[in-house]
């Protein structure tokens, strides 16, 4: 497990407030560039519409995540309020960079800021928008709750107050401009990467 730490080359590692777009941004992010791989997280949480597994999520039950917990497989995790867990594997690190590909995950404000202190050549990215725009994005997608909406808006407020521990922090107001600010990021990082390897 600890050759997955120690491997050359970024880990991008973007993270966010719910609704904030770093899925939307993401997508985005491995169209412009081939060579980005996505991690697939397991989480305890039910399978949606459309979802496969193994793609959109790896879906494994409380007692499993419990147990590769305790086993010491995961990077990171992170419990919600509402009861389910997700986190990243270690073994999906190794498989991308086995593969000669670059890792991005998409996490948790806490599970980002962990793989920073554990992950060298980790990039942080934190994406943010506006309250009032977070709550109309939250409710127009209708996949929770109001009380889960509630809660989501209430852990961003939190997760804002860190956000200054992130590398870098992009304002999701204007999808255009945030994807040409992380792609920016993302090219000087790959470029300053190679240059140190070669």
Not at 97 to 126: I, K, M, Q, S, Y
Not at 138 to 151: K, M, Q, V
Not at 175 to 181: G, I, P, Q
Request: with cysteine; proline share 4%.
């Amino acid at each position: 497990m600890a050759s997955s730490t120690s491997s050359p080359g970024p880990v991008f590692v973007v993270t966010g407030q719910s609704g904030a777009g770093k899925g939307t941004l993401i997508k985005r992010l491995l169209a412009a560039f081939p060579q980005l791989e996505l991690a697939v997280s397991a989480t305890t949480r039910a399978q949606r519409p459309g979802e496969v597994d193994g793609v959109h999520y790896y879906f494994i039950s409380d007692d499993e995540f419990a147990r590769r917990l305790a086993d010491g497989e995961f990077l990171e995790y992170h419990a919600f309020p509402w009861g389910q867990r997700s986190g990243t594997l270690f073994s999906e690190i190794e498989r991308i960079r086995a593969d000669g590909r670059v890792c991005v995950l998409e996490l948790e404000t806490e599970g980002a800021l962990n793989v920073a202190d554990r992950v060298p050549g980790a990039v942080t990215v934190f994406i943010t928008a506006p309250i009032p725009e977070l709550e109309r994005r939250l409710r127009d997608r209708a996949t929770e709750s109001a009380g889960e909406i509630e809660e989501r808006l209430r852990v961003a407020r939190e997760q804002f107050e860190v956000a200054d521990r992130f590398d870098y922090l992009i304002e999701n107001d204007d999808l255009e401009r945030a994807t040409e600010e992380l792609e920016g990021i993302v090219r000087r990082e790959l470029d300053g990467a190679a240059t140190m390897r070669s």
